[in-house]
């Protein structure tokens, strides 16, 4: 090592080669900026990696919640560990093979609380037997709903601030209420409309930042991401090797 050469990411005289290099990447269609899920530090209101996750097994609850279907001609009872984000809810879902769903499949519920409609759709992610067989889709607050929201094309309805807050997609009576406190009260509202079936007791794995031991927040927000399929076509001169002569 030449410690005579050492460098801080930070320093100021590296700035204009961080800004050129970036600028030059972006002009060439190699990074790009797009919305994806990250592990979400409400206090620090920062994205944390991975290696900052820590996930214990903790006591929880398992809520089912009645959910009308729109023809009025039933209802399902779907079975979620956050009762708090079915206010950004864009489906619910069952496995394919469910016997017992299968009629259901391409009809609409109505999201209890908000009224509004969203589509039963099927997907194997689901497992059959766990809770009631019915799984509502989040993909703005939830990893692996995010990516059953990828695959079937359902919007991202993100009810939370950086701060872990309701924000203004929720109705007026949530909004700047906290997270867990928005969990009681829609527990609440839902138990007066009729809607909350049963409550059972759950372990379950909550991840929380190893600095803060904050509870991690799935969170949508605009990331950088580098294009790799388009690097790989580069040789190491910088000249595209898909380029034409």
Same mark, same amino acid.
């Given at each position: 090592?030449?410690?005579?050469?050492?460098?801080?990411?930070? =320093?100021?005289? *590296?700035?204009?080669? /961080?800004? #050129?290099?970036? %600028?030059?990447?972006? !002009? &060439?269609?190699?990074?790009?900026?797009?919305?994806?899920?990250?592990?979400? =530090?409400?206090? *620090?209101?920062?994205? /944390?990696? #991975?290696?900052? %996750?820590?996930?214990? !097994? &903790?006591?929880?609850?398992?809520?089912?919640?009645?959910?009308?279907?729109? =023809?009025?001609?039933?209802?399902?009872? /779907?079975?979620?560990?956050?009762?708090?984000?079915?206010?950004?809810?864009?489906?619910?879902?069952?496995?394919?093979?469910?016997?017992?769903?299968?009629?259901?499949?391409?009809?609409?519920?109505?999201?209890?609380?908000?009224?509004?409609?969203?589509?039963?759709?099927?997907?194997?992610?689901?497992?059959?037997?766990?809770?009631?067989?019915?799984?509502?889709?989040?993909?703005?607050?939830?990893?692996?709903?995010?990516?059953?929201?990828?695959?079937?094309?359902?919007?991202?309805?993100?009810?939370?601030?950086?701060?872990?807050?309701?924000?203004?997609?929720?109705?007026?009576?949530?909004?700047?209420?906290?997270?867990?406190?928005?969990?009681?009260?829609?527990?609440?509202?839902?138990?007066?409309?009729?809607?909350?079936?049963?409550?059972?007791?759950?372990?379950?794995?909550?991840?929380?930042?190893?600095?803060?031991?904050?509870?991690?927040?799935?969170?949508?927000?605009?990331?950088?991401?580098?294009?790799?399929?388009?690097?790989?076509?580069?040789?190491?001169?910088?000249?595209?090797?898909?380029?034409?002569?």
């Amino acid at each position: 090592v030449s410690w005579a050469h050492e460098y801080f990411t930070m =320093d100021e005289k *590296l700035s204009p080669v /961080v800004t #050129d290099t970036f %600028v030059r990447l972006y !002009e &060439e269609g190699l990074i790009y900026r797009g919305k994806r899920l990250v592990s979400w =530090d409400p206090v *620090l209101k920062s994205a /944390v990696s #991975d290696l900052e %996750v820590e996930s214990e !097994e &903790e006591d929880g609850f398992l809520w089912h919640i009645r959910y009308p279907l729109a =023809d009025g001609t039933g209802a399902l009872d /779907v079975a979620t560990t956050r009762p708090e984000t079915m206010l950004g809810d864009t489906a619910v879902m069952v496995h394919p093979e469910d016997e017992r769903y299968a009629a259901f499949i391409g009809k609409q519920v109505k999201l209890p609380i908000t009224g509004r409609l969203v589509p039963v759709i099927a997907d194997d992610y689901v497992d059959k037997a766990f809770g009631t067989g019915v799984v509502k889709v989040t993909p703005a607050h939830d990893q692996n709903d995010y990516a059953v929201g990828q695959r079937h094309k359902l919007p991202m309805i993100g009810v939370l601030t950086l701060d872990a807050k309701i924000n203004s997609e929720a109705p007026a009576a949530y909004q700047g209420l906290d997270r867990f406190v928005a969990r009681k009260k829609v527990v609440a509202d839902l138990e007066a409309l009729g809607a909350l079936v049963e409550v059972k007791k759950h372990k379950l794995m909550v991840p929380r930042c190893a600095r803060t031991s904050q509870v991690i927040e799935p969170m949508l927000t605009d990331q950088w991401f580098v294009a790799m399929t388009k690097v790989s076509d580069i040789d190491p001169t910088g000249k595209s090797i898909t380029q034409k002569a």
